[in-house]
């Protein structure tokens, strides 16, 4: 992995003609960005910072000439394996081919809300539909459990459609159960809503999904972080949760399990000082056990009725941020197959992890039996 | 109503004597606080004052001497109505018969969490059964709607055993619903349990909880702070919530709707500053709605398990005090009837209100629609 990485070899002619033919404009930040986009997994706070610091284009200059050491220079371990203009160019072709717009910070649509994250912004985002509501609307996450109940989905969908005929926008993830019902509820009444997928935009998913999908585009928009053609991992589902929290005014928790991806959700709005609500249920439902969790350990808000979530949405607390879990593993884990061994160099690529950085986490998870070293690789033993 | 009173017409020689073969002694401030018992309603601060300043005997003498417009001398017309040593020897009479003991403060028996009600403590007890655990053991609070679910006594009772279990003492009210749930809890798994009671420790109310408070007084205790053979009013089913509170380490609230009794015994544990929980439920349920009300806006701590009450035994919040109704109006609507006309003179002996209140509030329940005066009297409008 020590061999010479030019911007050409990611920017190629190609690369601008297409991006030309899409945006209508060589601007090299622009297509930096989308190449960008490409490199890194989400929420990459050294390519944040480079960003922030040069420029798009000239951080990839940096980048290729950075001494080893340096944060940079660490952090190119992980990009390599992806410094491709090959996957540019196929991203920008697919994005063309389905109708996906490029959104860049500083644009009038795009949503002012995400800058809060600082270096760990999207460094732009891939759109289907009209994202405008989200720069100049009030919005309001509804999330929560995919195994919700019929109680929770209902919630979801009176809450959703009460808010949207106020014309708040509905953000959610576009999952099945609670985030289905709140897409599904804003529509009803002819309101706005707006899907962050974990994967790329074009992708269906899940597969149950495709009309809501398709739905959710002509009344909003699927917006993704990720390239178009990336699949769904749990890395990317809990990163995709930031950018709902940031982008909305009050995130509400409908139904949630005792660890699952809502709280996340929520514990990335209430590090961003975003308030957060919490609908209640029965005690004896596992399924509100993680709104219970947050009513009782980070303040949420209980939340009733749509005129709770209207409260909400115009001032709130500042809860505790809650506890994160090591971003590493978890990638490498989205990147290990039960099946197939995979070398540490195709961990590294799938993970966006630098191989070293692969290595030091297999040896943690093999310690606590979660992955198996084989003679062609490793496996997933979970 | 300007008769003269005096101590003998109060305390005879009758109940001197009744009183020495019930409680054993002839202690002069023993019978005047049983005397007191009969006079007043509960919770009248200036009958706690003035105990609490010349001695519940020497208070008695103050009465009968006090200049009108002096606060006692007003409090006056509110007890000269009751100023009968009938009543008193009654009240003494039906205790021997019925087994019921009179507790006093300082007694070793005495719940000390009653002191800090200050000049609204009850002047004594009257109990059935044996009220120690409540001096030396741990006590919790479980309170909630008559018009229970079954969610919600399933909870209640569920919580009650895991806490009886563990030694600590289940208090509630004895009435349908959660109340009972919580009594019965903590008897299945033979723990204590003490009812505090809205009339006389020696009435059966509700009339289908017969067997339940006879059980309670053979695992614990019934107890009442107004004298045998009082008939349970509003008011003083309200100021019942302020004992099972002040008894109480933390009270939860299982059950209860958005305006309900229950959220009076939260609002007297706030108010007493001890920690206070409640358990969520559906917001789809209206029996849920007070609970839900308690954790958006008086800071009460989610209750999801036995072991949540328990760290709320341990500490709690210093929630704010709840708005109160306004305590005659409540009375005099408790001595009103529909259908029968009552003087002026009457509602004053049934409210225990001076008559000069009496008919200051129903000037005010006339405009509002809620009284109705009568040739004969006033009548309830509601």
């Known amino acids: 992995m020590t061999r010479r990485l030019e911007v050409g070899d990611l920017i190629s002619h190609d690369v601008r003609r297409e991006a030309a033919a899409w945006i209508g404009t060589g601007d090299e930040d622009a297509v930096a960005r989308v190449a960008w986009s490409v490199l890194i997994e989400p929420g990459d706070g050294v390519a944040g910072e480079a960003i922030a610091r040069f420029g798009p284009r000239a951080a990839l200059d940096r980048v290729t000439t950075a001494p080893r050491g340096a ?56 759109v289907r539909g009209e994202a405008e509501a989200l720069a100049h609307g009030l919005s309001a996450g509804l999330v929560g459990a995919r195994a919700a109940t019929g109680y929770g989905e209902h919630v979801a969908t009176d809450l959703a ?14 999952a099945y159960g609670i985030d ?50 990336t699949t769904p991992t749990r890395w990317r589902f809990l990163s995709r949760n930031r950018l709902i929290a940031a982008v909305s005014a009050a995130t509400v928790v409908v139904e949630a399990g005792g660890r699952s991806g809502s709280i996340n959700t929520a514990g990335h709005a209430a590090a961003l000082g975003r308030p957060l609500g919490a609908v209640p249920g029965p005690v004896t439902s596992s399924t509100s056990a993680g709104c219970h969790r947050l009513l009782r350990e980070y303040d949420a808000i209980c939340i009733t009725s749509a005129g709770d979530v209207r409260e909400l949405l115009g001032a709130g607390p500042d809860p505790q941020p809650l506890a994160y879990e090591a971003p590493e593993t978890i990638r490498l884990a989205d990147a ?24 030091a986490a297999l040896g943690l998870m093999a310690l606590a039996g979660s992955a198996e070293a084989r003679e062609d690789g490793w496996v997933s033993a979970t």
């Open 71 to 126: 944060d940079i220079g660490n952090a190119l371990d992980r990009w390599a394996s992806r410094w491709d203009a090959g996957l540019v160019r196929d991203a920008i072709a697919a994005a063309r081919r389905r109708q996906i717009r490029l959104l860049l910070p500083g644009d009038a649509e795009w949503p002012v809300g995400l800058d809060d994250l600082g270096p760990h912004a999207p460094v732009c985002l891939w």
């Open 161 to 174: 459609s009460a808010l949207a005929d106020d014309d708040v926008v509905i953000v959610s993830g576009a």
């Open 180 to 229: 289905g019902a709140a897409h599904r509820g804003a529509m009803r009444v002819g309101g706005r809503t707006v899907a962050f997928v974990a994967g790329g935009a074009d992708r269906v998913y899940p597969a149950g999904h495709a009309h809501l999908l398709q739905q959710i585009t002509e009344r909003g928009a699927v917006v993704a972080e990720c390239p178009p053609g």
């Open 336 to 359: 290990l197959s039960r099946r197939r061994a995979r070398t540490v160099d195709e961990l590294a690529r799938r993970s966006g992890l630098a191989p070293a950085d692969v290595v």
